[in-house]
């Protein structure tokens, strides 16, 4: 695609259930990337793809959150038993690859948690 | 304290004002990413900068490594350029793990 889409763009689910949010980085794109916003505060750096391989998991903020992908593509982020404090802003974000620079940032996917 | 510092954290300027944000970071990057976000919008990579000086347009990044900062001019402030500004840096040479500023909000008054 032209740019990196995100779905669900908004998501309200109650506490307790789970939720998947997906992310379609920019064709030819190895490197992709999931971030955290939530209100008033910063990006939190979440976790990262190279292809499908995820190095490295210590940005999960919990056991509750998973993400995969595959066909180094399309990425999936999980969170099961949804918390109020999971309530945020989830920003997907591709590169060429690791190494160059500029990122393309998709537009997000708000989730609600009541 | 995070390890990357903006300032300052909000400002307000009249159209044709000269802007600079400033960004100052504790830890050893490579790298570091001038972000641009609307209210209610998505995020846009203006710069990626790992020694001197880019141009783009009305906007100019620095950065001088050793003393660890960066700044964003704008040249001829419009409010369309109301934004959050964002300054990132990366380590280890990679876009992996990047650490945030907080932001900073820009308000171009007409």
Known sequence: ?114 | KNEVEQSPQNLTAQEGEFITINCSYSVGISALHWLQQHPGGGIVSLFMLSSGKKKHGRLIATINIQEKHSSLHITASHPRDSAVYICAGNSGGSNYKLTFGKGTLLTVNP
């Open chain 1, 1 to 114: 695609g032209a740019g990196v889409s995100q779905s669900p763009s908004n998501k309200v689910t109650e506490k307790g259930k789970d939720v998947e949010l997906r992310c379609d980085p920019i064709s030819g794109h190895t490197a992709l990337y999931w971030y955290r916003q939530s209100l008033g505060q910063g990006l939190e750096f979440l976790i990262y793809f190279q292809g499908n391989s995820a190095p490295d998991k210590s940005g999960l903020p919990s056991d509750r959150f998973s993400a995969e992908r595959t066909g180094g593509s399309v990425s999936t982020l999980t969170i099961q038993r949804t918390q109020q404090e999971d309530s945020a802003v989830y920003l997907c974000a591709s590169s060429r690859n690791l190494v160059a620079g500029e990122l393309f940032f998709g537009e997000g996917s708000r989730l609600t948690v009541l």
